[in-house]
C-alpha cells in the first residue's frame, strides 16, 4: 500500500515536471486569451460552422428521409456531440496546450500524444482541399457580383448548360481555379499573423453575425415561394419508418463532422479560453449555433427544391450549391443580389472554417518549436500553396493521376475524414475516459468545484464507453 502511494506521487510529480519543461512553458511567454466571451463564442462557432453544415446537412437530410434524419441528429448532437466536446474542451483549456502538447503533459510517459499528431496531420490534410473549395466560393461570388454567372441565360440550351459550364471552368479549369485559392490563402494568412485576438476573435465578431444575418434573410426569402410548406413539411414533420440503422450512422456521422470533433481544432480554441469560462454552457451554446445553422439550411433548401420542382434531383455537394441554386436564384427577381449574397455567405463559411483548421498546426508549431506566429503562420501556409496547387489540378490537368482509384482531391478528402478523424475521435474518448486523472476531468469540468458536478458522471459514461463504440461503428460503415 505504501509503496503504491510513493508511486502516485512520482507520477504526478512527473506530470507536474513535464506541465513546466514543456516547450510552451520553458521557451514562450503566457499563453494568449480570447478578449471576450462573445469573441469566445463567435470563434468556436466559425471553427464547426463550415460548409459541411451549408451542403453537406441539406444533401445528408433529402437522402436520410428529411424529418427522420434531423430527428436522430439533433439527439445525437445533444446526447454524445457535446460529452465528446466537453472532453476536447478540457484537455485543451486543462492543459493550455495545441492538440499534441495537451496530450504529451497529461501521459508523459505514454504515446498518447500520437492521437493529437494524427488530429493535426488530419486537419491539416482537409485544409488543403477545403482552402481549394474556399476558392471556388470566392470565384462564384466574384462572377455574381459581375453577373457572368448569368451572362448565357438565353442561349440555345438554356441557362442549365451555363451554370454547368461555369461549374467547368470553376473547377476545372488550370488558373482561374489556381488564382481564386491562392487569394484565399493569402487572406487566411493575413488573419492568422494578426494573432488570436487581433486576427482570429475580431474576423469571428464580424464573419459569425454576418452569416446569421444572411441565412435568416434567406430563410425569410424561401418562406415566400408557393411550395414552401411542403419543403418545410418534408424537413419537419418526421416518418419514424424512414428511420434505419443506415439513417442512425449518417446522423452521427454528420452530427461528428459538423461539430469539428477529432480535428484538433477545440482542442486548440481551448487552449485560448479564460480558466473562467464554464465549459458546459460552453459546449451547449456552440452546438445550440452549429445546429440551428444547420436547420436554416434546411428551411431554406426544401422549400426551394419543392416550389422549382428539383425535388428528384441529387442535392450533392458541388451540384446544390453551384447549379441547383443558382438556377432557383435565376427564378426569383434580383437575381445577381441574391446569387451574390448567397455566395458571401458560402465564402464566409469556408473562411471561418479555413482558419480554424490552420490555427491547429499553427499553435503546435508555436508552442512545440518556440516559433514566432508571423514564422509559424508561414511554415504553415507556404507548403499548403503547393499541396492545394496539386489539390485543384487534380480536378483537371492531372485528374488521370489516381491514388486507390481517386484523384488527389478526393483521396485526401475520403483519408482524412473517412479515416483519420473517426480514429482520432475514438482514441480522444479513449485517453479522457482512461487515461486522464479522474480528478483533472472533474476540475476542468467543475472549475474546481465552482459547479454543480451532477453532470459530470454522465460526460465521463459516454465518453469512456458510448461515443468510442459508435464512432467505431461509424467508421465500419465506411467500408462495409
Known sequence: MRYDKIKMVKNRLYVINNFINYPPFSIMAKKVKFGSRIGLIAATVGSAVGLGNVWRFPAEAQTNGGAAFLLLYVICVCLLGIPVMIAEFSLGRGTQSDAVGAFRKLSPKKKWWLTGALAIFASYLILSFYMVVAGWTLEYFWQSVTGQLYAHLNSPDGMVSSFREKMAECITGSWRPLIVTYIMIAVNLLVLMKGVQKGIEKMSNLMMPLLFVLLLGFACVAMTFPKSMEGLAFFLNPDFSKITPTVMINALGQAFFSLSLGMGILITYAGYFPK?????????????????????????????????????????????????????????????????????????????????????SIAFLQDYFGLHRVKACLWVMLPLTVVSTLCSLSQGVLSDFRIFGFNLFDFLDNTATNIMLPVAAIFTCLFVGWAVPKEFIRKELTNNGKMNTSFVTPVVFIVRYVAPALIALILIARFV
Open 276 to 360: 473562467e469560462t464554464n465549459l458546459l454552457s460552453t459546449s451547449v451554446t456552440v452546438a445550440g449555433l452549429d445546429m440551428l445553422v444547420a436547420l436554416l439550411m434546411g428551411f431554406i433548401i426544401f422549400p426551394a427544391v419543392m416550389s422549382f420542382g428539383l425535388d428528384g434531383e441529387s442535392l450533392e455537394g458541388a451540384t446544390l450549391v453551384f447549379v441547383t441554386l443558382p438556377e432557383v436564384f435565376v427564378q426569383l427577381p434580383l437575381t445577381q443580389l441574391w446569387s451574390a449574397l448567397f455566395f458571401l455567405l458560402l465564402m464566409v463559411a469556408a473562411l471561418t472554417s479555413t482558419i480554424s483548421l490552420a490555427e491547429v
